[in-house]
T-cell receptor, first 116, second 112 residues
Framework: AQTVTQSQPEMSVQEAETVTLSCTYDTSESDYYLFWYKQPPSRQMILVIRQEAYKQQNATENRFSVNFQKAAKSFSLKISDSQLGDAAMYFCAYRSARHESDKLIFGTGTRLQVFP | DGGITQSPKYLFRKEGQNVTLSCEQNLNHDAMYWYRQDPGQGLRLIYYSQIVNDFQKGDIAEGYSVSREKKESFPLTVTSAQKNPTAFYLC???????????FGEGSRLTVL
């Protein structure tokens, strides 16, 4: 069974600095999708970024980028120029591309604090 | 604007009572999901539905029930059989080829 591991329960960063959140996953499949979700204090989950496993290029969305290492099964999220509004729980998630019905599997999350 | 609406946002229940959480979407998505979130445990899948009139159990379905009579609606009933129902519940629908989830704002259930 696939698993997603986020080994950092909490992280902190100074405003305007860069922080990297770690995520590893376990799968025997070669075709899948990876996601990072943000859950601010309002509790609504928001998609931050998505990576298709068949793409070698790392996904980027404004200040958010990923470091996707397929062989190492690693999918870290880098937040550049951190802002106070980035403070939230961040969840890494995996979905197999094998079947449309395959479900998202979430990690346990990393709480990010941003200090002024 | 398209989105997912969950209600109520906060709900209090006495032990032994069934409660129903509402989830409505106007995104025209076929698949919908219910997750439970507890501190330190991430999201756990309760039930999901790929299409109207069909649904499947997730990882923690015991003590819960759902229905999917309309594409737009996927209500979750927390029954008295659920031993520890106090939690935050999130409803989601699936979009796109990648199957990313689009979430509602959640419902917090507290059992008194």
């Amino acid at each position: 069974a696939q698993t997603v591991t986020q080994s950092q329960p909490e992280m902190s960063v100074q405003e305007a600095e860069t922080v990297t959140l770690s995520c590893t996953y376990d799968t025997s499949e070669s075709d899948y999708y990876l996601f990072w979700y943000k859950q601010p204090p309002s509790r609504q989950m928001i998609l931050v970024i998505r990576q298709e496993a068949y793409k070698q290029q790392n996904a980027t969305e404004n200040r958010f980028s990923v470091n996707f290492q397929k062989a190492a099964k690693s999918f870290s999220l880098k937040i550049s120029d951190s802002q106070l509004g980035d403070a939230a729980m961040y969840f890494c998630a995996y979905r197999s591309a094998r079947h449309e019905s395959d479900k998202l599997i979430f990690g346990t999350g990393t709480r990010l604090q941003v200090f002024p | 604007d398209g989105g997912i609406t969950q209600s109520p946002k906060y709900l209090f229940r006495k032990e032994g009572q069934n409660v129903t959480l509402s989830c409505e979407q106007n995104l025209n998505h076929d698949a919908m999901y219910w997750y439970r979130q507890d501190p330190g445990q991430g999201l756990r899948l309760i039930y999901y539905s790929q299409i109207v009139n069909d649904f499947q159990k997730g990882d923690i379905a015991e003590g819960y029930s759902v229905s999917r009579e309309k594409k737009e609606s996927f209500p979750l009933t927390v029954t008295s059989a659920q031993k520890n129902p106090t939690a935050f519940y999130l409803c989601a629908s699936k979009r796109g080829l990648a199957g990313e989830l689009f979430f509602g704002e959640g419902s917090r259930l507290t059992v008194l």
